[in-house]
Antibody, heavy 119, light 111 residues
Framework: EVQMVESGGGLVQPGGSLRLSCAAS????????MNWVRRAPGKGPEWISY????????YYTDSVKGRFTISRDNADNSLYLQMKSLRDEDTAVYFC????????????WGQGTAVTVSS | QSALTQPASVSGSPGQSITISCIVT?????????VSWYQHSPGKAPKLMIY???NRPSGVSNRFSGSRSGIAAYLTISGLQADDEADYYC???????????FGPGTKVSVL
C-alpha cells in the first residue's frame, strides 16, 4: 500500500524555523518526483515546491523562494522541507505529494502536518 | 487571488448528477491542457480523481468524469452518493513556469 506520512509540524514564532519530513513506503520512492503542497485555513491548496528523482531539478513558488529548501534521501525513502524565516502567512497544513508518472498531477498524498506561525 | 475560479458550493440529491466548473482567470495558466481534479475530506489525504482533463486514475469510480471547453474545465459526478461529500479542487500545471496552480475549491453537499 502506498503511504506517505508527514511529520515535524508545530507552533513556531515568526522568524523561526522548522523542518518537515515525509516518510514514504509501499512504492519505489526513487522513481518519483515529489512535491510539497500546503493548505492555509479557509483557502485552497497552494503548491510550494517540487524535486525530481535525483534532486537535479527543483522548483519553488515565489512566496517561499530563498526561505524554504526541499530535499530528499532516496536511500531512506524520505522527503524534507526546511523552512526558515517563517511568517504568519506560512500557517497551513503541509502535504507531501507524489508526482503522477508520465503525466501532470499528484496521485498520492499524505494526510498532512500542521504548521502554525504565531507569537 | 487564484488564477482558477470555482463555485464555492454545489449540492445535489442522491442519484443526481452535478457538475463543478473551473474557469481560467489568468493568462499565466497557458494552454490549460493539464487539468487535474482532487477530492479532499477533512482529516484525510487528498485524492486524485482526474488528470490531463479527462483521465481517471486506476481505482477511481467511473461516476467521475472530466471535460474541458475553452477556458473552462468541468468535473461531473453522476449517481451522487453520500460519501461524495467533500471539497473538490481543480488544478492546472503550467509548463511556462513549472508550477501547479489550484482553484479555491468547491464544497459538494449531498442533500
Amino acid at each position: 500500500e502506498v503511504q506517505m506520512v508527514e511529520s515535524g509540524g508545530g507552533l513556531v514564532q515568526p522568524g523561526g524555523s522548522l523542518r518537515l519530513s515525509c516518510a514514504a513506503s509501499g512504492f519505489t520512492f526513487s522513481r518519483y518526483g515529489m512535491n510539497w503542497v500546503r493548505r492555509a485555513p479557509g483557502k485552497g491548496p497552494e503548491w510550494i515546491s517540487y524535486i525530481s528523482t535525483t534532486s537535479s531539478t527543483i522548483y519553488y513558488t515565489d512566496s517561499v523562494k530563498g526561505r524554504f529548501t526541499i530535499s530528499r534521501d532516496n536511500a531512506d525513502n524520505s522527503l524534507y522541507l526546511q523552512m526558515k524565516s517563517l511568517r504568519d502567512e506560512d500557517t497551513a497544513v503541509y502535504f507531501c505529494a507524489r508526482d503522477l508518472l508520465g503525466h501532470y498531477g499528484m496521485d498520492a498524498w499524505g494526510q498532512g502536518t500542521a504548521v502554525t506561525v504565531s507569537s | 487571488q487564484s488564477a482558477l475560479t470555482q463555485p464555492a458550493s454545489v449540492s445535489g440529491s442522491p442519484g443526481q448528477s452535478i457538475t463543478i466548473s473551473c474557469i481560467v482567470t489568468s493568462s499565466d495558466i497557458g494552454s490549460f491542457d493539464y487539468v487535474s481534479w482532487y477530492q479532499h475530506s477533512p482529516g484525510k489525504a487528498p485524492k486524485l480523481m482526474i488528470y490531463d482533463v479527462s483521465n481517471r486514475p486506476s481505482g477511481v469510480s467511473n461516476r467521475f468524469s472530466g471535460s474541458r471547453s475553452g477556458i473552462a474545465a468541468y468535473l461531473t459526478i453522476s449517481g451522487l452518493q453520500a460519501d461524495d461529500e467533500a471539497d473538490y479542487y481543480c488544478s492546472s500545471y503550467t509548463t511556462t513556469t513549472s508550477y501547479y496552480v489550484f482553484g479555491p475549491g468547491t464544497k459538494v453537499s449531498v442533500l
